[in-house]
Nanobody, 118 residues
Framework: QVQLVESGGGLVQAGESLRLSCAAS????????MGWYRQRPGKQRDMVAT???????NYADSVKGRFTISRDNDQNTVYLSMHSLNPEDTAVYYC????????????WGQGTQVTVSS
């Protein structure tokens, strides 16, 4: 069973930065896409950023220019560098990995809380 373990969340003030990490239990080359999603209180889970095996990157409009997703294939880890955080970024952030061609499987981490105070 694939395990994704997030870390790096915490409480910061508006304008500060955080870097989230997502460590996979196996080679991330097996995943077509990895990414970060977030769920704000009372809201649905939304895509924040994704990165494919080929390096194609997508960002939600709300984080463009502030967040950067990257991957370290040797460490089997995906990162989310977050800058200029604001209270609207407060959410539980989840790591996601998608594998497969004909049968698609999605894996989720347990989530890490990010709280931004004003």
């Amino acid at each position: 069973q694939v395990q994704l373990v997030e870390s790096g969340g915490g409480l910061v003030q508006a304008g500060e930065s955080l870097r989230l990490s997502c460590a996979a239990s196996e080679s991330i080359f097996r995943f077509n896409v990895m990414g970060w999603y977030r769920q704000r209180p009372g809201k649905q889970r939304d895509m924040v950023a994704t990165i494919s095996t080929r390096g194609t990157i997508n960002y939600a409009d709300s984080v463009k220019g502030r967040f950067t997703i990257s991957r370290d294939n040797d460490q089997n880890t995906v990162y989310l560098s977050m800058h200029s955080l604001n209270p609207e970024d407060t959410a539980v952030y989840y790591c996601n990995a998608v594998a497969g061609t004909f049968t698609i499987r999605a894996y989720w981490g347990q989530g890490t809380q990010v709280t931004v105070s004003s």
